[in-house]
C-alpha cells in the first residue's frame, strides 16, 4: 500500500513562491515516476507536470518556465517548486503515483490572492 502525503501549499501573493512536497511511503520510490496535478472546484483534475523514475521532467504548458519538479530518492520525497505564481494557479494540488494501481495524495491548497 502506498502513502503519499503533500505539504506545502498555503496563500500566496501574486508573483510569489512555494514548495509543495510529496512524501511517499510503502514504495519503491526510486522505481516510479510521480506526477502533480491540481483541480478547482468544479472543473476536472489537471495534469501539472511529471518526473520519471530517470527524473526526466515534463510539464503543462501554462507552468512551463514557472514550476520545477524533483525528487530527493533518498527521502522518497518529490517535490514541485512553484514560482511566479498567479491566480489562476490557485487549486488543490495533489501528487500522484503509479505503482500497480494509482495512488494520489490528500491534496494541498494552494491559494493565489492579494
Known amino acids: 500500500q502506498v502513502q503519499l502525503v503533500e505539504s506545502g501549499g498555503g496563500l500566496v501573493q501574486p508573483g510569489g513562491s512555494l514548495r509543495l512536497s510529496c512524501a511517499a511511503s510503502?514504495?519503491?520510490?526510486?522505481?516510479?515516476?510521480m506526477d502533480w496535478y491540481r483541480q478547482v472546484p468544479g472543473k476536472q483534475r489537471e495534469w501539472v507536470a511529471t518526473?520519471?523514475?530517470?527524473?526526466?521532467?515534463y510539464y503543462t504548458n501554462s507552468v512551463q518556465g514557472r514550476f520545477t519538479i524533483s525528487r530527493d530518492n533518498a527521502k522518497n520525497t518529490g517535490y514541485l517548486q512553484m514560482n511566479s505564481l498567479n491566480a489562476e494557479d490557485t487549486a488543490v494540488y495533489y501528487c500522484h503515483m503509479f505503482a500497480k494501481h494509482d495512488y494520489w495524495g490528500q491534496g494541498t491548497q494552494v491559494t493565489v490572492s492579494s
Open positions: 510503502g514504495s519503491d520510490f526510486s522505481a516510479n515516476a
Open positions: 518526473i520519471s523514475s530517470a527524473s526526466s521532467t
